[in-house]
Nanobody, 118 residues
Framework: QVQLVESGGGLVQPGGSLRLSCVAS????????MRWYRQAPGKERELVAV????????NYADSVKGRFTISRDNAKNTVYLQMSSLKPEDTAVYSC???????????WGQGTQVTVSS
């Protein structure tokens, strides 16, 4: 069955770095646009970063531009989110999402908690 499993979250001090991973299974990963979202307590879910199916195009929320990098390895069915210069306001549950627009398929992972605090 379809699975998206995130890992790499944790507690980090302000200014620190983390790399999130999301391993996919059960579908043709290389056909899907991959996205990272986050949701902080009491806030709306926010789209953080997007990468095209081939990995040649990326987009970022203004709030993370220049600090976060999304990448993917289609041979490993994995998408990454490298986060640096982390701020307390980056604290949230981060989830990966797989989207195939032409077939209206949309899959979600369970999320991983990122806490930025001293």
């Amino acid at each position: 069955q379809v699975q998206l499993v995130e890992s790499g979250g944790g507690l980090v001090q302000p200014g620190g770095s983390l790399r999130l991973s999301c391993v996919a299974s059960g579908f043709t990963f290389s056909a899907y646009v991959m996205r990272w979202y986050r949701q902080a307590p009491g806030k709306e879910r926010e789209l953080v970063a997007v990468i095209s199916n081939g990995g040649d195009s990326t987009n970022y929320a203004d709030s993370v531009k220049g600090r976060f990098t999304i990448s993917r390895d289609n041979a490993k069915n994995t998408v990454y989110l490298q986060m640096s210069s982390l701020k307390p306001e980056d604290t949230a549950v981060y989830s990966c999402n797989a989207l195939l627009l032409v077939a209206a398929r949309n899959y979600w992972g369970q999320g991983t908690q990122v806490t930025v605090s001293s």
